[in-house]
């Protein structure tokens, strides 16, 4: 199905599009853990531990690391690569990250759009409330 010329003009570009949701993720970076709080403690946080658990590696790629609310769920037998659009999440995730040195982890800003990593870089994928 062909879209219309009224809608084609009204996307933006992918570029224009990705730098908006770096803008609106670094924006509320500050305030991210303290929105999810309550569903955060209520239900998210057993569900990490669940989904961690199936995770093998050796070597992981997260996408979309966010505040690193994933990273004290992370295997210590794993190199997990965290990448992450925003810079303004980015610096919440590295003290998280800091607190848990027995974690393998390493943080890279990146669009999930533009990987910049080889084929068969990784074992397994893991993406938590991205897409």
Do not use: C
């Not at 998210?44 to 990273?71: F, M, Q």
């Not at 990146?110 to 910049?116: E, G, K, P, S, T």
């Amino acid at each position: 199905m062909k879209d219309s010329p009224e809608r084609a003009s009204r996307e933006l570009p992918v570029e224009k599009t990705t730098d908006h949701t770096r803008g609106r993720y670094d924006t509320i970076a500050p305030l991210y853990d303290l929105m999810e709080w309550p569903v955060e403690q209520w239900l998210y946080r057993s569900w990490r531990h669940e989904l961690w658990a199936e995770i093998k590696g050796p070597k992981v790629l997260e996408i979309g690391v966010g505040t690193g609310k994933n990273i004290p769920y992370y295997p210590d037998d794993v190199h997990v690569t965290s990448i992450d659009l925003s810079p303004g999440m980015l610096r919440r995730a590295r003290p998280v990250a800091d607190r848990h040195p027995e974690k393998q982890v390493t943080l890279r800003e990146m669009d999930a759009q533009a990987l910049d990593f080889d084929d068969d870089s990784f074992d397994d994928v893991v993406a938590t409330f991205v897409f």
